[in-house]
Each structure stands twice: as C-alpha cells, then as structure tokens.
C-alpha cells in the first residue's frame, strides 16, 4: 500500500474582504501519495492557490484538518511551521523570487542558513550538488541579472531541492518564460520526479498538465476534477522533435 | 540559525547594497561629525577666553572711585577722587589675603625719542604692579622699590611702543621724554598679544608712581586706583568685601556708591556666560542636524525595509523565523550606526581641526560630546532599523511574497 504524504480533509478557507466573506476553499478532500506527480488547473481564482500556499505550509486552513508526513499542520505554532518549511518543503514561485547581486550559489544556499548545525563546507557542497542536479553547475557564481529566465528557474529549482524536501511545489513555474524553456524546466521536473521527489505544479495552461501523472482540476474552491493522466507526454521527447523540425527546416 | 550566521547575512546585504548603505551611513556621519566639530569649536572658545582671562592677571581686584557726582557733567568712573595714597599702605597691612598691590596713577603724554612721537596712556606704579598683571622683562629690569621711593625717572615699555620708538632694538638704556621730561628706559616687558576685547596688551608705558605724581601730573587732580591681588581666587569676595568697608571706616562721608570695587572673577564670570551662550547656541544648531539626520536615517531604513519586503517573504518561505528576521535586520542597523558613527567622530574631529587651524583657534573634543552624539545616533538606528523589520516580519507571509 502507498503512504498518503499529504491528507487534507473538509479543508475550508475562507477570506474576509470588509463585510463580504470569500469562500477560497470550500471543504476540499485530496489526498496525494508519496512519489506522486501532480498538477493543480483552474482559472485564476479558482482556489489553486490559496490551496497550494495552505500546502505549503505559508498560510494556514480556516477549518478542515491538514497532514502532511504524518505531522497534523493545523495544531503547529507559526515558529514551528518554518522549520517545517525549510525542512520538509521547497518551493518554486513564477518569478523566480532570486535574491539580487547575490551569486547563484548563495541563493541556493540560503535555505541551509536557516537550518541548525550545518558548517560552511557541507552546506556549499550541498548547494553545488542541487545545482548540478538541475545542470547549471557551469554558474555557480553568477548573479541573476547574468542568467537568462530559464536558468534563473533552475537556480531557483535547486534552492527548492537543497534541502532534500519531501514535496516540491511550484506555482506557475513556466509562467514567466517561454515555450521552449518551458519545455526545459518541466523536463528538469520530470528528472527530478524519477528520482523519486514528490512534485505538485500549479498550472492554469493545459498543456503542462499534460506532463504530469495525475490532473487535479479547481473551479469556485472546489474540486470539480482528479483523474490519472494516461497518456503522459515526455518534455525530453517534445523537446527532441522541436528540434528536430527545426532541422528539416534548414 | 546561528548568531555568526545571521552576522553574516547582514553584512553581505550591506556590502552587497553599497550606495544604499553609504546613503544611510552618511545621515549617522553628518549628525555625529556635526555635534563634535560645533561643540569642539564651542569648548575652544571657552578655552580661548580663559586663558585670555588668565594673561591679564591673577586674582586681580581693582579699585577705583566713582565718578565725582558734584560736577555738572557726570564723567567716567575712576574718574572721582575718593581714593588716597594712603589707603595703599592701609589695605596693604590690614586687609587680609592680599598678596600683592600697587597703586594706579595714569597721565597721558606724548613720547619722544628722537623724531617718533608716541601719544599714550602712561601707568604710575609701583613694582609690585609687575606681579599683579603677570608682567615679564625681555630686556632690562624692573624699576626697583629704592627707584620708587626717590621718584626715579625711569620707564618700562611695552613691547609695541619699544618696537616703535626703536626699530632697531636696543631700547633699554635710552634717553626720551614723556611730556617733555627726559626719562631713561630700564626695561622692556615681554610680549602679551591681544586682549579679549581687541585690545594690544603691549601698548603700555609703566613709572614710578611716585614719579607721575611729582613731575607729569598736569592739571587735573591726581585721580588713583588700586590694583591688589588675593592670594587665591576663593577668598577675592571676602577681600573685595573688606577693602569696601576699610575704606568707608577711613571716610565716613563716603558711601559705597563712591568707590567701584571690581575683580576679574566677575569678568570671568561674564565672560564665562558669553561662551556658555555660544556652546549652546552651536549645540543646538548641532542637535538639530543631528534630528535631521536621524530622519534620514529612518527615512532610508524604511525605505529599505519596504523595498525588501519580498525578500523578508522569501526568506520565510525557505524556513527563516520571525526572530531570524529580526535579528538580521538589528544587525545590519547597528553595523550601519556603529560604522556610521565612528567615521563621523573621526570626519568631525578632523574639521574641527581644520576650522581651528584656519581661525587660529583651539579646539577641544570632549568625551561627553562624542558620547553624547554616538549614542543618540545609535538609538536613532537601531530603532529605525528595527522598527520596520518588525512590522515586515509580522505581515502576513502571502502579503510579505506578492507585495509588489
């Protein structure tokens, strides 16, 4: 039998904008595997968000009772709820959220400064291990301004892995770049996915959803859809006739 | 997260913003560099008048009479006859704390030496005088008490009139006269510079009294002052006091209105009052830049924080705690005020030097007013820096991430 990773139940978020309430969320119950990997669609304000936010341990439920690795999160103090970000989370963000005149590897590093009892040397090898693994070790000393939005994603991948987290999530990870880069950095996903990560992207584009193994789909904070992808599309394969189109071209 | 850690996280966001810090640097560097430059500026004029105070003499107490209220035109002060010769030798033996004292008998004259005329006020004294005014010969001596006694007709010259009458030195032993009686010059005193008020302390001709009394007195009666000196400042009231009443007792139809009995511890005093003036006028114009340069500090430190709220965000997203936060803020303030403040003591030492150079003025730096203006500025800061930090480490950490 799979481990449950995550376990939400009657999850409800509910917003108060002056007088009018906002049901974000309304008793959502999803449950998602050890390994898994994961798309969350909908339109814009169909609740993926604030779901992925209450996933990733970033805000807290209204009511409803979340478990993410066997720990109950709704019970847990905010100060508590950083470690368990730093330590069971990563996360990827559309704009990459790198900080400025800062080098590719300090960026990468700094989850690690947050986490106790590291010295200097493990965490720099650490964080050229996470670079190497999304294939940017060529740049570990450059800063963002001289990375191009693909590789800043990718420095940005490696910030979230650093840490060996249980769960990846990444809120529109491609929404900034494009088609192609796309097509790479949901490529450097899959990688990852084999390697076991457990991976959830929050998507509004069908066609990224088509890479992932199961498509959990969002309307008005409710579940309307979760069906297993059974046709999953390879980015590596994508990428391979893109170029080779290209080719015939010339 | 280690403290060393954290340490090193706020001084790689200061070097790794270097115009930002320098910006909010230079609000902590103007503030401290002004408060030392204006009150080491104010201090050197307090200085400046003390010792202005100490060359006109030691513990000096002047007696005179008032002006004579009989004559029609009321004139200047001293310019009454109340005192006599004798109440010299009456305070001398009977006042006590009196160290040393002389008489005061002025005449105006022309000099003659040669062709150079030299129209000055010329002092009858005795050769206690010399110690009262802490006068020095360069060249000569004294007059001495058998030249006093038997009305000698010698002279001791500042040293701007010596310098006048003979170019080429060599003034003692001389011949020249003072209203047309011939007078030889026994000594030329040491240079004094500037009086406080302007004045040249070298523009001075000093006799015997005896002689002014016998030979130079022209028309008006002889009108004396006193000069003594106490022993030590402490007792120059009681002194002041005694004399007063030694005097009244001797002539019982004066009052107290006829003498003026003045003591340099009152013009210290004043004088003391005007420096004080100044020293708070400078400070205040001190503590004013030093308020303005805390705003810009916490208008930077502000800005700063608000500019990093995504970064605050993201920090806590990857696992920094509220306190982490904190912490790194307050580090980074109190590098920027600590370094800050350092090189505004050293920038304001330095043009406090510069500007005394340039006026010929000394200039003291205090403890207190690099305490003073280190701490303020560090509290301003380090508040400044905290402040902010902590209303961004309690926002909402979606608010914190997507503040745009």
């Given amino acids: ?250 | 997260m280690l403290l060393f850690e954290i340490l090193t996280v706020a001084l790689k966001s200061l070097v790794k913003n270097k115009v930002r810090t320098l910006l909010t640097m230079l609000g902590i560097i103007i503030g401290v560099g002004a408060v030392i430059t204006m009150l080491a500026i104010g201090e050197g004029a307090k200085k400046l008048v003390e010792a202005e105070i100490a060359t006109m003499g030691t513990n000096v107490i002047t007696v005179s009479s008032n002006s004579n209220p009989r004559t029609a035109v009321r004139q200047e002060s001293g310019t009454g006859n109340a005192i006599k010769l004798t109440d010299v030798e009456s305070i001398k033996y009977q006042v006590q704390g009196v160290n040393y004292i002389s008489p005061v008998v002025t005449t105006y004259g022309r000099l003659r030496a040669g062709s150079k005329n030299w129209r000055t006020m010329a002092y009858g004294v005795n050769s206690e005088y010399f110690f009262i005014r802490n006068y020095d010969v360069s060249d000569g001596q004294f007059f001495s008490s058998t030249q006093i006694q038997s009305g000698a007709k010698v002279m001791v010259l500042g040293k701007t009139v010596a310098d006048y009458l003979f170019p080429d030195g060599g003034a003692v032993g001389q011949r020249i006269t003072i209203r047309n009686v011939p007078v030889e010059i026994v000594g030329v005193l040491a240079e004094k510079g500037q009086s406080a008020v302007g004045g040249d302390l070298d523009d001075v001709v000093l006799i015997p009294y005896t002689t002014v009394l016998a030979r130079l007195r022209g028309w008006r009666e002889p009108q004396i002052t006193i000069n003594v000196s106490a022993i030590s400042k402490d007792i120059i009231p009681i002194v002041k006091e005694e004399i007063l009443q030694l005097l009244l007792l001797k002539n019982k139809t004066l009052t107290e209105d006829s003498f003026i009995v003045n003591s340099q511890t009152d013009l210290a005093n004043m004088a003391n009052n005007v420096s004080s003036t100044i020293t708070l006028l400078l400070s205040s114009i001190a503590g004013i830049s030093l308020i303005v340069g805390g705003i810009g500090i916490m208008n930077i430190m502000l800005v700063s924080v608000t500019e990093r709220i995504k970064e605050i965000g993201l920090r806590m997203a990857v696992g920094a705690k509220k306190r982490d936060v904190l912490r790194q803020f307050i580090f980074e303030a109190i590098f920027l005020s600590g370094l800050g403040g350092i090189i505004g003591i050293v920038l304001g030492s330095v043009v406090a030097k510069v500007v005394g150079n340039m006026m010929n003025w000394s200039v003291v730096i205090t403890t207190w007013s690099v305490l003073l203006s280190f701490s303020f500025s560090a509290i301003i800061g380090i508040f400044f820096g905290w402040y902010p930090a902590r209303k961004a480490a309690n926002l909402n950490l979606i608010d914190a991430l997507r503040y745009e």
């Avoid at chain 1, 039998?1 to 959502?28: C, F, P, R």
């Avoid at chain 1, 669609?41 to 805000?59: A, P, Q, V």
């Avoid at chain 1, 249980?166 to 950095?185: H, K, W």
């Avoid at chain 1, 859809?225 to 010339?250: C, G, P, R």
């Fill in chain 1, 1 to 250: 039998m799979l481990i449950n990773l995550i376990e939400v139940k009657d999850l409800t978020k509910t917003y108060k904008m002056g007088d009018i309430e906002v049901h974000a969320l309304q008793s959502i119950n999803l449950s998602i595997q050890k390994g898994e990997f994961v798309s969350i669609m909908g339109m814009s304000g169909s609740g993926k968000t604030t779901l992925m936010n209450i996933l990733g341990c970033l805000d807290k439920p209204t009511s409803g009772s979340y478990r993410l690795d066997n720990v109950m999160i709704e019970d847990i103090p905010k100060d508590d709820l950083a470690d368990i970000r730093n330590q069971k989370i990563g996360f990827v963000f559309q704009s990459f959220y790198l900080l400025s005149r800062t080098s590719a590897l300090e960026n990468v590093e700094l989850p690690l400064l947050y986490r106790k009892s590291l010295k200097r040397k493990e965490r720099i090898s650490m964080a050229e291990d996470a670079l190497k693994t999304v294939q940017m070790s060529e740049r570990l000393h450059h800063y963002p301004n001289q990375l191009s939005g693909g590789q800043q994603q990718r420095v940005a991948i490696a910030r979230a892995i650093v840490n060996n987290p249980v769960i990846l999530f990444a809120d529109e990870p491609t929404g900034n770049l494009d088609s192609r880069t796309s097509l790479e950095i949901i490529n450097v996903f899959q990688e990852l996915h084999k390697k076991g990560i457990t991976i959830i992207i929050v998507t509004h584009e069908p066609e990224i959803a088509q890479f992932t193994e199961r498509i959990v789909t969002f309307s008005d904070g409710k579940i309307i859809n979760d069906v297993k992808n059974h046709k999953i599309e390879s980015a590596m394969e994508v990428l391979k006739q893109l170029s080779h189109a290209k080719k015939e071209e010339n």
